[in-house]
């Protein structure tokens, strides 16, 4: 069995290449003047959460479309013989409901073809017409204003579309790095902090190797997001944590679960002491002796809790939360400070609720921006 060390494609296949952060933006260009962009990249990068994420933000409505479940007549249309005119040499197609929204009404449509690279080759000359020309069988769909395909890679049960219809779209590859997905995870904020924290201390794992050979079972982005849900579930369930951790080897693979197993466990230990500052307890003398990995878990944690209590809050009535674990971080390294503040509150809500201007954070952001601009 090879070894399971790769975690990027093996070759570019001659696509520009972006993150997700990058992806974000050259779809919502697209949306915007219209265009047709295809993404092809691994499973679970994100292609197809990020332009639905786009097509809302657009204020646009939405049509899913699986292309991998269609034949021919599904996408253009069956004929309409049975209620011809027999005085008539024509017949007119009956179109999906899918099709619907594109024709009636006022509101702007963009088309998300999923699974491109599984299409059925019967699908490549009425999606020729639909890119180019935005209509099927000569009929124009007035509210059809964009067009994005997404697709995994060859490696992964895939398979490369039609060339011609290629030439109608702009083209990207997308490989979703540790840095970009905890970015998006802190965002979310549903991906499970002791996850988080694994991923910033193995960001190789987030993927599994390109070609997984024998293996039924590799880590993805979708796995370990499908991971924290089980988590977050499990723990209101009191799922004891020998079964959590057969559950998270169950979406990410047995080498990954097992390595990741002393995370949650470290998690689980650290709650009583991360309650403590949450009750503005000073919990330096426990937090100093622990060592480096766990210090970076309580921070995650910390910092995680107090993302979704911000969520919660209005902006005009901060938690008292704010004011302990301020405290708290002051406490802290400034390395595992600046790696939890920016992947679990970040910006955005740092912004929002004006942190800067806050006594027991000023002095914290204070000294992240001094070591980051050294």
């Not at 499990?234 to 197993?261: F, P, R």
């Not at 704010?322 to 503040?341: C, I, T």
């Given at each position: 069995?090879?070894?399971?060390?790769?975690?990027?494609?093996?070759?570019?296949?001659?696509?520009?290449?972006?993150?997700?952060?990058?992806?974000?933006?050259?779809?919502?260009?697209?949306?915007?003047?219209?265009?047709?962009?295809?993404?092809?990249?691994?499973?679970?990068?994100?292609?197809?959460?990020?332009?639905?994420?786009?097509?809302?933000?657009?204020?646009?409505?939405?049509?899913?479309?699986?292309?991998?479940?269609?034949?021919?007549?599904?996408?253009?249309?069956?004929?309409?013989?049975?209620?011809?005119?027999?005085?008539?040499?024509?017949?007119?197609?009956?179109?999906?409901?899918?099709?619907?929204?594109?024709?009636?009404?006022?509101?702007?449509?963009?088309?998300?073809?999923?699974?491109?690279?599984?299409?059925?080759?019967?699908?490549?000359?009425?999606?020729?017409?639909?890119?180019?020309?935005?209509?099927?069988?000569?009929?124009?769909?007035?509210?059809?204003?964009?067009?994005?395909?997404?697709?995994?890679?060859?490696?992964?049960?895939?398979?490369?579309?039609?060339?011609?219809?290629?030439?109608?779209?702009?083209?990207?590859?997308?490989?979703?790095?540790?840095?970009?997905?905890?970015?998006?995870?802190?965002?979310?904020?549903?991906?499970?902090?002791?996850?988080?924290?694994?991923?910033?201390?193995?960001?190789?794992?987030?993927?599994?190797?390109?070609?997984?050979?024998?293996?039924?079972?590799?880590?993805?982005?979708?796995?370990?997001?499908?991971?924290?849900?089980?988590?977050?579930?499990?723990?209101?369930?009191?799922?004891?944590?020998?079964?959590?951790?057969?559950?998270?080897?169950?979406?990410?693979?047995?080498?990954?679960?097992?390595?990741?197993?002393?995370?949650?466990?470290?998690?689980?230990?650290?709650?009583?002491?991360?309650?403590?500052?949450?009750?503005?307890?000073?919990?330096?003398?426990?937090?100093?002796?622990?060592?480096?990995?766990?210090?970076?878990?309580?921070?995650?944690?910390?910092?995680?809790?107090?993302?979704?209590?911000?969520?919660?809050?209005?902006?005009?009535?901060?938690?008292?939360?704010?004011?302990?674990?301020g405290k708290f971080l002051q406490r802290v390294s400034y390395e595992n400070v600046l790696v939890a503040v920016r992947s679990q509150i970040q910006i955005e809500r740092l912004v929002k609720f004006n942190?800067?201007?806050?006594?027991?954070?000023?002095?914290?952001?204070?000294?992240?921006?001094?070591?980051?601009?050294?």
């Amino acid at each position: 069995m090879a070894k399971q060390e790769q975690t990027m494609t093996t070759s570019d296949f001659n696509l520009e290449k972006l993150n997700t952060r990058d992806l974000s933006a050259h779809v919502a260009a697209s949306i915007q003047v219209g265009g047709n962009i295809a993404v092809f990249g691994r499973r679970g990068t994100g292609k197809t959460e990020i332009s639905k994420q786009e097509i809302k933000k657009a204020g646009l409505h939405e049509c899913y479309i699986n292309l991998s479940v269609l034949e021919r007549v599904d996408l253009g249309g069956y004929p309409n013989i049975m209620t011809a005119d027999a005085k008539r040499k024509f017949v007119d197609f009956l179109l999906p409901s899918f099709y619907e929204p594109m024709f009636e009404g006022n509101k702007g449509v963009v088309a998300l073809l999923d699974e491109v690279d599984k299409a059925d080759p019967s699908l490549w000359a009425p999606l020729l017409e639909f890119t180019q020309f935005k209509s099927i069988n000569g009929r124009t769909l007035p509210n059809l204003k964009a067009v994005i395909m997404t697709g995994n890679l060859i490696s992964e049960g895939g398979a490369r579309p039609s060339l011609p219809l290629l030439d109608r779209a702009e083209k990207y590859l997308v490989e979703a790095d540790a840095t970009s997905w905890l970015e998006w995870a802190g965002k979310v904020g549903h991906i499970h902090p002791s996850i988080t924290a694994y991923i910033i201390d193995h960001p190789k794992d987030l993927f599994g190797a390109v070609d997984p050979e024998d293996r039924y079972a590799d880590p993805s982005p979708r796995g370990w997001s499908r991971a924290s849900d089980i988590l977050y579930q499990g723990e209101q369930h009191g799922w004891s944590t020998a079964l959590l951790n057969k559950k998270v080897c169950g979406c990410v693979g047995k080498d990954a679960g097992i390595k990741y197993s002393n995370y949650y466990e470290y998690y689980q230990e650290l709650l009583p002491m991360i309650e403590k500052v949450y009750q503005g307890e000073n919990v330096s003398d426990v937090y100093n002796i622990l060592e480096p990995t766990k210090k970076l878990v309580a921070c995650m944690i910390t910092c995680a809790r107090l993302a979704t209590q911000l969520d919660q809050a209005d902006e005009n009535e901060p938690p008292v939360s704010v004011k302990h674990v301020g405290k708290f971080l002051q406490r802290v390294s400034y390395e595992n400070v600046l790696v939890a503040v920016r992947s679990q509150i970040q910006i955005e809500r740092l912004v929002k609720f004006n942190l800067d201007e806050h006594p027991d954070w000023a002095d914290v952001l204070n000294l992240i921006n001094k070591q980051v601009d050294d």
